[in-house]
């Protein structure tokens, strides 16, 4: 069997990155929101994959 079962987007809820604070955006023009860490990332990614949503 599956080490990571099927359908996790149903347990997993949506999680996004911190947004950064209007001040540091002002000065940088960098993203909005923060990095994720890699495990988050590809947690929220398995989201994606599992869906069945084409777009």
């Known amino acids: 069997m599956a080490k990571q079962p099927m359908l996790k987007f149903v347990t997993v809820g949506r999680d996004m990155p911190e947004k950064r604070a209007a001040?540091?955006?002002?000065?940088?023009?960098?993203?909005?929101?923060?990095?994720y860490a890699d495990a988050k990332a590809k947690e929220q990614a398995?989201?994606?994959s599992q869906c069945g949503v084409p777009y």
Do not use: K, S, T
């Open 46 to 48: 398995g989201q994606c």
């Open 23 to 35: 001040e540091a955006r002002r000065q940088d023009f960098h993203e909005i929101y923060a990095e």
